[in-house]
């Protein structure tokens, strides 16, 4: 691969990081701030998490960060939509 088209690739690639990263920005945040940590039980929960409302959704919460944080899944699935 010469250089043009690796510097094509690498611009590509950065493109679609972006559009991830716009599209999940708020899930990031949540894993930034909560760090793979389960905010239920405290444990990591680096390969199994859920992102979480503290306010479900089906009783009026919204997508913002103040109402979000992460879980592992066996917590969040066990609180179900309280």
Known sequence: MNKQ???NANLRWLAIKE??????SL????IQRDGFICKICGLS????FEIDHLIPKCKGGEDV?????MTCRKCNRLKGGK
């Open 19 to 24: 559009q991830v990263y716009k599209k999940h």
């Open 45 to 48: 929960c680096k390969n199994d």
């Open 27 to 30: 899930d990031f945040q949540v």
């Open 5 to 7: 088209s690796q510097k």
């Open 65 to 69: 960060l103040e109402n979000l944080r």
